[in-house]
Every structure is written in structure tokens, then in C-alpha cells.
């Protein structure tokens, strides 16, 4: 099995709060993690992805972080949430070492009050 | 960095039409990838493609990966109203630690 696990489904958090999504995987060992954030009607933005533990490398310079302290968890952060980061977070892992796709988590709609 | 271009945004059909959509980039993918998104899921990967010229089928799906390495599309036959939702084409560098770079995706509507 390659199911992804992320949660929460939703989440409604004040502007200048804290965040953590958490993503947790199946399947065989040191996956390839991704957290992609889709805005409304828009397409995909990798955030960041890691190729193993304690290895993380952003792709966009923003107010989020992250981390993956276990081989099959990954951790979407912030110390402040500002408004621009409402929308839909979506954790992936890939499929097998090559370039085969990924499978993704059901994602967090998240929005910043 | 590199961008899709995915045509048509958004399309309006009947029930039984045929459907096709393309995505364009202005670089070479070594892989190309199509997935469907249902309204507040994950998307879901339908196809993919491994080499220029490659035709692939899945059941009524469709799909190739352009000669040139820089384009692909998707062909729905006879779509029915589970074939609602946005399609998104993804390009895919070998080289690149798996990232894969997404296109803005298609909404389909299919009308009863």
C-alpha cells in the first residue's frame, strides 16, 4: 500500500498563529515527500520536497517550513500564518525511485482568518 | 523555472462527446503525466508517459507524449458525469529529484 495519511481535513486559523499539518506514509522505505499548496482554480506549487530524513529543500522562499523527523513523516509548519497561506495543502509521496508520479494525500483546506 | 501551458481552461460538454485537452512547455520533460482532481481530493495519476511519440490507453483515456518532448495531450471518449473534475498535466526531468512541474489544470462539466 501507498496510502498517505494527512490531516486534519480542514482547519480555520487566526492570521499570526502557529501551523502544523502533519503527513504520514505506507509503503516502502525513503520515499521521495513532496508538499505541493494549490490556490483556487490554480494548478500545483511545490513547496517542498525531501529525499530522506532531515533532508528538506524549498522551492519558493515563504512564511512556511518544513521538516521530516521519521522516514514516513512529513511536517508542513509555520510560526505565523499570514493570510496568503489559505489554501490546499497536499503532501505526495513518489512512486517507486523513478519518475513514475506521485500518490497524494487528501489534503488540508486551510484558512487564514 | 520551467512552466506548462494547459489548454482549454475550462470545458462544457454533453454527455458522450469525446474531449481532448493539451499542455505545451516551453522546455523538454522526460516524462509526462496526467491526473484528475475530484472537487476536495488529491489528484489522482491517470497515465504516464516514458517516451517521445508514446501513445497510452486507459480504458476511455488517451493520451501522448509529443515528438518533440515539449507537449502532450489527453483525449476522453465518450465522457459520462464521473469524468467531472480538473485534469492536470505535469512534466517530469529525470535529473530533477522527482519534482514534477504542473500545468493550471482543465475543469471538465459533462451535462446529463
Known amino acids: 500500500s501507498q496510502t498517505i495519511h494527512q490531516w486534519p481535513a480542514t482547519l480555520v486559523q487566526p492570521v499570526g498563529s502557529p501551523l502544523s499539518l502533519e503527513c504520514t506514509v505506507e509503503?516502502?522505505?525513503?520515499?521521495?515527500l513532496y508538499w505541493y499548496r494549490q490556490a483556487a482554480g490554480r494548478g500545483l506549487q511545490l513547496l517542498f520536497y525531501s529525499v530522506g530524513i532531515g533532508q528538506i529543500s524549498s522551492e519558493v522562499p515563504q512564511n512556511l517550513s518544513a521538516s521530516r523527523p521519521q522516514d514516513r513523516q512529513f511536517i508542513l509548519s509555520s510560526k505565523k500564518l499570514l493570510l496568503s497561506d489559505s489554501g490546499f495543502y497536499l503532501c505526495?509521496?513518489?512512486?517507486?525511485?523513478?519518475?513514475?508520479?506521485?500518490?497524494f494525500g487528501s489534503g488540508t483546506r486551510l484558512t487564514v482568518v | 523555472g520551467q512552466q506548462l501551458n494547459q489548454s482549454p481552461q475550462s470545458m462544457f460538454i454533453q454527455e458522450g462527446e469525446d474531449v481532448s485537452m493539451n499542455c505545451t512547455s516551453s522546455?523538454?520533460?522526460?516524462?509526462w503525466l496526467w491526473y484528475k482532481q475530484d472537487p476536495g481530493e488529491g489528484p489522482v495519476l491517470l497515465i504516464a508517459l516514458y517516451k517521445a511519440g508514446e501513445l497510452t490507453s486507459n480504458g476511455r483515456l488517451t493520451a501522448q507524449f509529443g515528438i518533440t518532448r515539449k507537449d502532450s495531450f489527453l483525449n476522453i471518449s465518450a465522457s459520462i458525469p464521473s469524468d467531472v473534475g480538473i485534469y492536470f498535466c505535469a512534466g517530469h526531468l529525470n535529473t530533477n529529484a522527482g519534482k514534477s512541474t504542473f500545468g493550471d489544470g482543465t475543469t471538465l462539466t459533462v451535462k446529463p
Open positions: 505526495a509521496r513518489g512512486v517507486g525511485q523513478g519518475p513514475y508520479g506521485y500518490t
Open positions: 509503503g516502502t522505505s525513503n520515499p521521495n
Open positions: 522546455s523538454i520533460f522526460n516524462t
